[in-house]
C-alpha cells in the first residue's frame, strides 16, 4: 500500500477504461475542470448504490460549478456498463480490477482490509489534491463534502 494522497498532493497520473472499454488517462482531465474521483468498493451493493445515486442527483450541480465526476470501483467494464444503465448514473465509471489507482492513491481498506475503501478526492484545476473524504459508513457525506470543497475552490 502507497502512503495515501493527502491534500497538497498532484494527482497521479493513471490510465483506465471506462465501461464501455475506452481508456480514459486522467492527465487529460487534468487542468480542464475540477475532478471529483470517488472510489467505492462494489456495483449495486446498497452503500455503494446511494452514493452513486447521489453523485448521480448532485451531477447537475457539479457540472455548473465546472466540475467531472468519475467513479472507480475494481469491479469489471461490464458490470460498470450494467450500473450505469439500471441507475441511470450520467458520469463515468473506471474499472480498476487490478486495484493499481487505489494503491496509488493509497486507498485503505476497512477492518482487516476486507472490503475495499469508500474515498473521495477533489482535484482543483491547479491538479493538485484540494479535499479528501474517507468514510465507510457515510456514503452520502461524500457529496456534501466535494460540494464544500469546490466551493471554496471557486471563491478563491
Do not use: W
Not at 487529460?28 to 475532478?35: A, M, T, V
Amino acid at each position: 500500500m502507497s502512503t495515501p494522497i493527502q491534500i497538497g498532493d498532484s494527482c497521479p497520473d493513471f490510465t483506465l477504461p471506462d465501461s464501455n472499454g475506452q481508456a480514459l488517462q486522467i492527465s487529460s482531465l487534468l487542468g480542464k475542470k475540477i475532478l471529483i474521483l470517488f472510489f467505492y468498493p462494489k456495483d449495486d451493493t446498497p452503500g455503494c448504490t446511494k452514493e452513486a445515486c447521489a453523485f448521480r442527483d448532485a451531477h447537475t450541480d457539479f457540472v455548473e460549478m465546472g466540475c467531472e465526476v468519475l467513479g472507480i470501483s475494481s469491479d469489471s467494464e461490464s458490470s460498470h456498463q450494467e450500473f450505469q444503465q439500471k441507475h441511470n448514473l450520467p458520469y463515468t465509471l473506471l474499472s480498476d480490477q487490478q486495484k493499481k489507482v487505489r494503491q496509488l492513491f493509497g486507498v485503505p481498506g476497512n477492518l482487516f482490509g476486507l472490503i475495499p475503501g469508500r474515498v473521495t478526492y477533489v482535484i482543483g484545476l491547479d491538479g493538485k489534491v484540494a479535499g479528501v473524504f474517507n468514510s465507510q459508513t457515510n456514503p452520502l457525506g461524500h457529496i456534501e463534502e466535494a460540494k464544500k470543497v469546490v466551493q471554496r475552490l471557486l471563491t478563491v
